[in-house]
């Protein structure tokens, strides 16, 4: 089993995501803030960064056997943090939970759904060779699909949304670009 810390770092890493995600959704296009605020917003709420966070979330209890586990629990923390801060000081504030409980099931459930998969391709992510080096630029290739696919440049409707779409495009390529340097310059006999 992975050690505590590791796991304590995996939830800390999506509780701190939906907290700032959700934080975010508050400030999002308020005077004085401006569009700032809003490219932040669309970068935290993107489904690719929450995936990346649950790949992470793998990637840290560092045992293939648990990995999927922390998937799960790294964006079951996410959602609650996201919609505590939302309920109790964010833009949901007085909506109580139970009127939030049907979307909260809702992205508890994607949780489960999806988070073993992503926290296994995390745990994969340690591994060294080429399926490890495959595991390493799936959020990458995550994120690029989502500008590509899903938002797609210049149809983001605004400065800010344009914004956040060539931040994620951005961070996705020196993601890859630093996976792929780093895997061809190990030593041979570390791969």
Do not use: C, H
Not at 133 to 162: F, K, Q, T, W, Y
Request: cysteine-free; glycine content about 14%.
């Amino acid at each position: 089993m992975a050690s505590i810390g590791r796991w304590l770092a995996a939830l800390g890493a999506g509780a701190t995501l939906g907290a700032l995600a959700s934080w975010a959704d508050w400030y999002a296009g308020r005077p004085p803030f401006g569009d700032i605020p809003r490219a932040v917003d669309l970068v935290l709420n993107a489904g690719s960064v929450w995936a990346t966070t649950a790949i992470v979330g793998g990637w840290l209890v560092a045992r293939m056997r648990v990995a999927w586990l922390a998937g799960v629990l790294t964006l079951a923390a996410a959602v609650a943090s996201y919609y505590a801060y939302g309920n109790f000081a964010g833009d949901r504030l007085g909506y109580g939970l139970s009127t939030l409980s049907g979307v909260l099931k809702f992205w508890l459930v994607a949780a489960v759904v999806v988070g073993p998969v992503l926290g296994s391709i995390g745990g994969l992510a340690r591994r060294r060779d080429r399926r490890g080096l495959a595991a390493r630029l799936v959020p990458s290739a995550g994120i690029l699909a989502e500008v590509a696919l899903v938002r797609g440049i210049g149809r983001a409707g605004d400065a800010a949304g344009n914004t956040a779409l060539l931040i994620l495009a951005g961070a996705a390529v020196a993601w890859a670009a630093v996976v792929v340097v780093r895997q061809a310059t190990r030593p041979a006999g570390s791969r």
